[in-house]
Structure formats: structure tokens, C-alpha cells
């Protein structure tokens, strides 16, 4: 007889709270605690959320959303993104040193943030309502992180681990979204003297303001509109790889400009 739902969501976030807080990856909590589907594995994430804002002064400062490569999803088997929270201690600056104590298994991504300049409603927003929203763009880099052994992840385990998300480092000087041709944008990123990751940002849902607005969408769904200031990371534009200590990131963006790491 399996668990009811509630105590294989319960004992889910558990486990990957845990996980991260001890820095020991665990199996898979889609195997070891059944979670049945995108609703269990979001309510997971959910209570997470819940612990992490119980802590003082804790509070969430944007949203990030994954799977926005169309090979990924293939792999995973989705025909969409997914999304996680961004809280006030997981922002960096460009040039910061970023602890490796507080991670697992790290791995490196380019990609392009988006401020929110304005609230969005709680209706779900059209094309043009979400662009009004957008103040700008900036370059940066997203630190994802397992608490699954191995990254042996489906859908529902990143999904229930805040869609894999750990820290993010942002770029020091905004660009007007209109200034742009973001399909277009260039993306490389060096690992110390070699070429880690390249890609566009044609990768990232074809467009990184489409899987913007996806998230905008679907936040305002799910009651929580986006709200001025919120950072938006809005995917990666070329492969992810691996991070260790030592290990010097820097992505060109083109004319949204250059962000960088080292990893300590």
C-alpha cells in the first residue's frame, strides 16, 4: 500500500533539505518516495520555499526557469519548462568568489536576467503587458546544483529540488530589453584559457524573452504574479559544465556584455 500523497510530498522535501544542508546527494526522491507527477513534485519545492523563508530575514528576490532547451526536455521526456525560486542569498555579483562549501556537485550556465521593472496583475499577462514590465537585461551566470546523486534527475526530481537551482551572478551594467536582438545573441563561455560552453539565444526557447514571458504566464496561474525588482533567469544559452574549486567562468554575451566567477 503506498503513501498518501501528503506524507510522499512531506517526506520528499525533507529528504532533499536535508541533502542540502548536510551537502550529501541522495537517490532519486521520484524512486524513493514515488512522487506521482509535476503537482507532487511542485508541492514539494513549495514547502522548501516555506523552510527557507521561516529562516530571519530570508526572502525570495526572483524566479529561474529551467529546461528551456529543447534537447534537454527531450532527454527528461517534458514539452516544457520548469521553474524555481531565487532567494536573497543565492545573488552574486560578477567577479565573486563562490563558495564551493555551500555546494554539491556544481555545474556552470550562461544566460540572460531579466529585471522586472513593474508589477505584473494577477491575470495571466499578454505579449505586450509582460514586455511593458521588463526595465532590462543583464549577463549572467547560473550555479545549478543537485541534491540527487549523480544528477541521475527525471522531471519531478529537479522540479522538487527548486528546479536544481543554487546560486546566480549577475552582471554589473543593465541594457534596455528594446536594444537587443536576444535571438541572436552570442554566448561563450571560458573555463580559465579554454572554451567551455557556446551557444545563442535561440537555445533558450528560441528566444530568452519568450521563456521569460513563459514564466510570467505561469507564475500568474499559479497566483504569484511577477513583481517589480524580481530577477527572471531566464535559461541557458549553450551546454551546462561542470564547477570545482579553482575553476575561473567567464561568459561573453555580446552586446549584453561580459560576467564572470571564480569558484573557491
Known sequence: MSEPSNDRVERAALAIREARATRRPIPPVSATH???????????????????????????VGKKVGLTSPVVQKQLGVDQPDFGVLFDDMECL????????????????AEVAFVMGADLGPHVPSWAEFLRAVEYALPALEIVDSAIA?????????VADNASSALFVLGDQ????????????????????????QGTG?????HPLRAAWWLARTMAERGQPMRAGEVVMSGAL???????AGDVFVADLGPLGTVSCRMA
Do not use: F, H
Open 34 to 60: 514515488g512522487l506521482a507527477g509535476l503537482a507532487e513534485a511542485y508541492a514539494a519545492a513549495e514547502l522548501n520555499v516555506r523552510a527557507r523563508l521561516a529562516e530571519p530575514g530570508r526572502r525570495v
Open 94 to 109: 560578477s567577479g565573486a568568489e563562490i563558495p564551493s562549501a555551500r555546494l554539491i556537485q556544481p555545474k556552470m550556465e
Open 150 to 158: 549523480d544528477w541521475t534527475i527525471t522531471l519531478a526530481d529537479t
Open 174 to 197: 543593465p541594457v534596455s530589453v528594446g536594444r537587443l536582438q536576444l535571438a541572436q545573441l552570442p554566448m561563450t563561455m571560458t573555463r580559465g584559457d579554454a572554451i567551455a560552453s
Open 202 to 206: 535561440a537555445a533558450c526557447l528560441g
Open 238 to 244: 549553450g551546454p551546462m559544465v561542470p564547477a570545482a
